[in-house]
């Protein structure tokens, strides 16, 4: 890709990022080239369909996840990487709204444009869950496709009006039934 073109692709996901934060997915691809100072032709060059820009911005977001709990390894308490990572697997789930159904659709679609990037974010997660297992801080009676599913239980409720109140709330008792005593201890939710 030519140099102003990977500049206008960047650029594009930044505003695209912000847009769907704010609107969730149906937000308007016009708004966004016009935010991103493009034309609609050159969106549409990058991303034919809302889709493909759905699933460069998922794609960016759960590689970023897989890094960030690489991170939370080496960086800090085996149970409070677990939960931290989950908070942010979470946040990403909120923060786009509608992501649950095409998350979970991508781990069983090889041929999803999301498939790698979701199933190395999965596995990232296994790998903090299976480490705070080893060292006693998680239950060991679920995997990481139980986490996944957990993620995609909390996000949800980001996108129902009258539970995202409870949100907080909810996300601390959802940790506290995955960490063991000892685990709770580690990352502070006694």
Known sequence: MRADARKNYDHLLVVAHE???EHGADASLRDIARK???GFGTLYRHFPTRE????????TRFDELTVLAREFETSTTTALALVSWLREAVAVTQNYSGVIAPMVAAI??????LHAS???MRAAGTQLLVRAQAAHMARADIDGTDLFGLVGALGWLGDQPALAPRAEHLFGVISDAILTDQGRGEAGRK
């Open 52 to 59: 493909a820009l759905f699933e460069a911005l998922l794609r």
């Open 36 to 38: 991103a100072g493009v």
């Open 118 to 120: 979701c199933v190395a």
């Open 19 to 21: 847009a769907v934060t």
């Open 108 to 113: 069983a679609d090889p041929d999803s444009a």
